[in-house]
């Protein structure tokens, strides 16, 4: 079978979790032809792969919203519009539910050559005059205007681009992916997959909250509009996957039917992580690692604060911060100089590195992330037989007290909460024996439900669920 | 900001706005004051011709070479001096002061060029002796740099250097001629060409030295200012059909039957070009009244309005400004309208009292009559025309001047086939056909201000760093982040 995937802002332009995902996906499920439909941001990145392209792979389309800027329109054309249409637009524009059958209707039936056009026309000027004088009639309608603008070109954008044709379309993602995911359905009458590793509204809220470039009274506009295209998502998918069951919730309390919603977990292959050097005998030191790229997200800050009280207890504990230190120099150069400020000896940053080999010489695991969906490297850290000590984030929670009868392979602790994270692998640095009781337990735990294959398995039998 | 951008922010700043609007206003007023400016220069000479009883022929070659070197000057520059005037202003609203001198050299070469090309080949026709040639070619490119020097100084606004400037030159050739016909051997219209010339080369050194006294700073771009024709190519045939169609009606009746041929060169139809000239007199008030109800109380009502759009606010009082600016602009066009009626009839009067003194033929007074009401509805339509350069509506500008180019020539033709009664019928027509055209489509533009306003502009500007940029790194950092 044809399976288009569809990638937002991450395959294969970008590095990350998705991507690596995807890449595995398609490698190792080769009885079936992969199309790429990805979106991107910049269009200088067309045809710049950050992954070797597996031979099952058909065809890479490829979209940039920077090329929106290109398109060229013209003011004064007229345009036969629907009162559906219109007010389905307005909805989309203030945030009430949108029948998103209609728009792809709208835009593929060909009364629209060219967007810009209609994107200046005096109809879709109205429609943002009538949403502005029922729900914004006070503010600015300069800047309403122009929010709005900015809001809706990438969605009218995309829904304009062909897509192509295939026998499945599998979004790894709602926002934008979602919204492809649901265009081709509506176009061909095709199964619509959704595989949603995090939880895109939430993540794109938490964003517009914290941006400086929305204004105040847009906050809210722009959060209702993302949520409108995850709805879309949820409710032209005919399965839609995700990674945790905590996850799974979270889409239900948003709005998607739980019927449809399975949860197929990311999975590792554990033997390659059967022969890795262990720790040396001679070594004194207790090791406390954390496998992370030191950028914000990742609240490398917490995590420094908690080993600076480990240290005041634990003489003989020493820190490896294990990866990339390229990707926020800033933020790095802040870490670095809080290490100094506190005095706080035994601390490395070893910069890129081959995990291998140096997973088997820890002893503790530590992950404080503000925002995760399902780390893979407490998956790695079990399949050494490492416990791990992590924030309330994604599916840690899950991963770390299971919802089965391996039990615990670590401990939980609030976001940014430094003390409690410090007690809890103090707890662990001052007891060998619940260190290594707590890593059997997680290898356990991945072993029997966070394998590689399993995973491959379960998107095959879903896949070929939908076969002929 | 993000937004309406740019050109209203220009607009909406007393800088910008005083730039761009003043400048649309006087290039314009340039391209029909210089008619009235210039043709007094004549008839000054010609008064002191008769007076001192010159030959006639002589007379009458010194009269047909001066009026071809300001009419063709004009249309040659007309095209350019609009777009330049938009440059102009656009630079010194950027500060870009290094670039407006450079430009200044790049639009007088190409227009040389281009006018001296036609300039040559018309001469080459003719069977002028070379010293009567190179006399007239000199005042004809001398007239070309007058005319984009003067489009600088408007643009810096300053009118009363270029007055002063006219003003000795004219001064200058007169007096210049005086002498010639007093004391020199040259009492010819060679001699007096020379003069005229003399005056013409003193207005341009004298502007030239106040423009480059402005800018000191320069740079090489001379030809930068090209990109504006990329830019805004309806602003150069607006102009350009507009002044084109000025003069198109008397072109089409120096190739009648009643047209006048002097030394094989220059054609001309005294029977219809000289009520012409009277009739075009009749308009100074409305040009006036223009300048003084634009600068008080629409300008006033303009700038709330964009104003409002620019700082935040909201719908409903956006189109309170906008009903407000409506009513005024139409309450000043009316006011306008009514003055200038009574200005035209008084004309009317008037030239058929006197210009039979003048030696007016029954014919020609029939042709000023109905000519004077022609260049009525030729100055209200100008101002619409201006009208709808100020609200942006350039597309609306050019269908208009479009229509009064096509109808004029048409128009004209007609009328000259159909006879005597008829003459002066086909601009008449055409000037109201257009005005009545343009006068529609700005009532249609003003009801749909806001949609303009709003949507005529690029969706993204690619210069400025607006909020699509920001989206787009929104989008971008979004793509940086692992999941």
Redesign the interface.
């Known amino acids: 079978m044809k399976i288009c995937l569809i990638a937002e802002?991450?395959y294969p332009?970008?590095a990350?979790?998705?991507s690596s995902w995807t890449q595995s996906l398609i490698e190792n499920i080769k009885e079936h032809e992969f199309i790429i439909y990805a979106i991107?941001?910049?269009s200088k990145n067309r045809g710049v792969y950050k992954y070797k392209l597996s031979s099952n792979m058909a065809h890479i389309e490829e979209v940039f919203?920077?090329e929106?800027?290109d398109?060229?329109?013209f003011?004064?054309k007229k345009f036969k519009i629907t009162g559906q249409v219109k007010d389905n637009i307005k909805s989309l524009i203030v945030g009430q539910p949108v029948d998103f059958n209609i728009l792809f209707d709208f835009f593929h039936n060909g009364k629209i050559d060219n967007l810009?056009d209609f994107?200046?026309?005096?109809d879709?000027?109205?429609i943002i005059?009538e949403a502005?004088?029922e729900e914004y009639?006070?503010?600015?309608?300069?800047?309403f205007?122009?929010?709005v603008?900015?809001m809706i070109?990438?969605l009218f954008f995309l829904i304009k681009v062909k897509v192509p044709e295939a026998d499945i379309y599998h979004s790894v993602s709602t926002g934008y992916g979602g919204i492809i995911g649901s265009l081709a359905n509506y176009i061909y009458n095709k199964p619509f997959i959704l595989t949603e590793?995090?939880i895109y509204t939430r993540e794109r809220e938490e964003?517009i909250i914290k941006?400086n470039?929305i204004e105040g009274y847009f906050k809210d506009m722009w959060i209702k509009f993302f949520y409108n295209l995850s709805n879309c998502a949820y409710d032209k998918a005919d399965k839609i996957i995700s990674l945790s069951e905590k996850n799974k919730h979270i889409q239900a309390e948003i709005g998607c039917n739980m019927e449809k919603i399975y949860v197929i977990p990311n999975g590792i292959d554990v033997s390659k992580f059967s022969h890795i050097p262990g720790k040396d005998p001679k070594d004194k030191y207790i090791n406390i690692g954390a496998v992370l790229?030191i950028?914000p997200?990742k609240d490398v800050k917490t995590m420094i604060m908690a080993f600076y009280m480990v240290k005041e207890q634990i003489d003989n504990a020493k820190f490896y911060l294990m990866g990339p230190t390229d990707?926020d120099e800033e933020y790095y150069e802040e870490c670095r100089s809080l290490v100094e400020n506190l005095n706080l000896g035994d601390t490395i940053f070893t910069g890129r590195i081959n995990i291998k080999e140096y997973l088997g010489k820890m002893d503790i695991l530590v992950l404080s992330s503000i925002s995760e969906?399902q780390p893979l490297a407490i998956l790695e850290g079990f399949a050494c037989r490492r416990p791990f000590v992590t924030t309330d984030v994604g599916s840690c929670r899950e991963l770390i007290y299971g919802k089965d009868h391996y039990g615990q392979g670590g401990f939980v602790v609030p976001v940014m909460n430094y003390e409690k994270l410090a007690y809890e692998i103090i707890k662990l640095c001052k007891n060998k024996d619940l260190r290594g009781k707590m890593g059997a337990n997680g290898y356990n735990r991945v072993l029997n439900l966070y394998t590689f294959n399993k995973f491959i398995e379960s998107y095959k039998d879903i896949y070929n669920g939908f076969g002929m | 900001m993000a937004g309406i951008g740019f050109e209203l922010k220009k607009l909406f700043s007393k800088e910008g706005f005083f730039n761009l609007i003043k400048a649309y206003l006087y290039s314009t007023l340039v391209t029909v004051g210089p008619f009235i400016l210039c043709t007094s220069m004549i008839i000054t000479i010609q008064i002191i011709l008769k007076y001192l009883n010159m030959d006639f022929l002589e007379r009458e070659i010194f009269l047909a070479t001066v009026v071809y070197a300001f009419i063709f000057s004009q249309i040659i520059t007309s095209g350019f001096s609009m777009v330049i005037t938009r440059y102009v202003a656009d630079r010194l609203y950027e500060k870009e002061f290094e670039e407006i001198l450079p430009s200044l050299y790049g639009i007088i070469s190409i227009c040389i060029a281009i006018g001296g090309a036609i300039g040559i080949i018309f001469l080459y026709r003719s069977s002028m002796g070379w010293k009567l040639a190179l006399a007239s070619y000199l005042l004809y490119i001398q007239l070309i740099i007058m005319w984009l020097e003067t489009v600088y100084l408007t643009a810096l606004k300053d009118y009363i250097k270029i007055f002063k400037s006219y003003v000795l030159g004219v001064i200058i050739s007169i007096v210049l001629s005086y002498w010639v016909l007093k004391t020199s051997n040259y009492k010819s219209a060679l001699g007096l060409l020379m003069a005229m010339d003399m005056g013409i080369f003193i207005i341009i050194t004298f502007l030239m030295a106040y423009i480059k006294s402005f800018f000191k700073s320069t740079n090489n771009t001379y030809y930068g200012f090209l990109t504006y024709m990329d830019k805004y190519p309806e602003l150069f045939l607006v102009n350009f059909f507009y002044t084109l169609s000025l003069y198109i009606h008397n072109f089409i009746f120096w190739n009648s039957h009643m047209s006048v041929t002097i030394v094989d060169t220059y054609k001309y139809c005294p029977t219809y070009d000289v009520p012409t000239f009277y009739a075009f007199l009749s308009i100074i008030p409305a040009m006036v009244i223009f300048v003084v109800s634009v600068e008080t109380s629409f300008y006033n009502k303009y700038r709330e309005y964009y104003s409002l759009i620019t700082g935040g606010g909201n719908l409903s009082e956006i189109e309170n400004a906008k009903n407000n600016m409506e009513r005024v602009l139409w309450e000043e066009v009316r006011n306008l309208m009514e003055v200038q009626i009574f200005f035209s009839l008084i004309g009317i009067i008037l030239g058929n009292i006197f210009l039979p003194r003048l030696g007016l033929n029954h014919l020609s007074i029939d042709i000023f009559n109905i000519l004077v009401l022609g260049a009525y509805g030729n100055i209200i339509f100008l101002i619409t025309i201006l009208l709808q350069l100020y609200f942006e509506d350039r597309i609306g500008a050019l269908v208009v001047s479009s229509v009064f180019i096509i109808t004029n020539t048409l128009f004209t033709l007609d009328s000259l086939k159909l006879g005597e009664n008829f003459y002066g019928l086909g601009f008449f027509l055409s000037a109201f056909t257009s005005l009545i055209i343009s006068l529609m489509r700005l009532a249609y533009f003003l009801d749909n201000i806001n949609y303009y306003t709003f949507c005529s502009q690029p969706i993204i500007y690619r210069e400025r760093e607006g909020i699509f940029h920001k989206i787009l790194k929104f989008f971008g950092h979004i793509n940086e982040k692992e999941k």
């Open positions: 802002g991450s332009h970008v990350g979790g998705v991107g941001a910049e919203l920077d929106i800027l398109l060229k329109g003011y004064g810009m994107f200046m026309s005096k879709m000027f109205n005059k502005y004088e009639n006070l503010i600015p309608f300069n800047n205007f122009w929010a603008r900015s070109i990438p590793h995090g964003e941006s470039w790229r950028v997200i990707e969906s």
